[in-house]
């Protein structure tokens, strides 16, 4: 159907008692939401009276008055499983070294020369003759070797906030008074 004199100003009393767009188009019959808003917006029309849907507003809680459970940790905890045994008790915690690694010449690969298990750590500026990569034997499941893998993927720290909501329980249950631990 097409817009007549009677539809325009149905619409008009309609949207001016603050119904939906989807709400008009259902009580014109045999018209399209996307057709209502079209011609609400080629008649001008504007300054719709609030419903009583939209003066019920209830504000939403804030995150932050929200508290969160104490034990609950913020993430998970498990990590990469493929790089979960370089950080357990299997191998010692990473010591970043004075320097990078010296790969002989021989041994440096460049892009064209990677296979499939060398280790793929850039070493140098890409766009200087020297530049290479690793090329030492990947660990499975990384593109890196265990040094590289060491390097690349660093447990994480506890926050600050979360170390001393930690540490400060042990220090205040202390059973010995402060002048005996002197």
């Not at 008009?24 to 019959?29: C, E, V, Y």
């Not at 296979?115 to 034997?137: L, N, V, Y």
């Amino acid at each position: 159907m097409s817009w007549n004199d009677e539809r325009v100003e149905l619409l008009k009393k309609l949207w001016s008692e603050g119904l939906s767009a989807s709400q008009i188009a259902g009580r014109l019959g045999s018209v399209t939401r996307n057709a209502v808003i079209g011609k609400v917006h080629r008649l001008g029309l504007s300054g719709r009276a609030t419903t009583s849907r939209m003066k019920t507003h209830r504000p939403r809680q804030r995150m932050a008055n929200v508290k969160r459970a104490a034990n609950k940790p913020r993430f998970a905890v498990a990590g990469n499983p493929a790089v979960r045994g370089l950080f357990t008790g299997e191998g010692e915690a990473y010591v970043p070294p004075a320097e990078e690694l010296v790969i002989p010449v021989a041994e440096r690969k460049t892009i064209q020369s990677l296979t499939e298990c060398s280790c793929r750590w850039p070493i140098g500026d890409p766009q200087m003759a020297d530049f290479h990569f690793c090329g030492k034997t990947k660990v499975l499941g990384l593109p890196y070797c265990e040094h590289h893998a060491r390097r690349a993927f660093q447990p994480a720290v506890p926050r600050r906030r979360e170390r001393t909501e930690v540490e400060m329980p042990i220090a205040i249950t202390s059973a010995v008074p402060a002048k005996e631990r002197a």
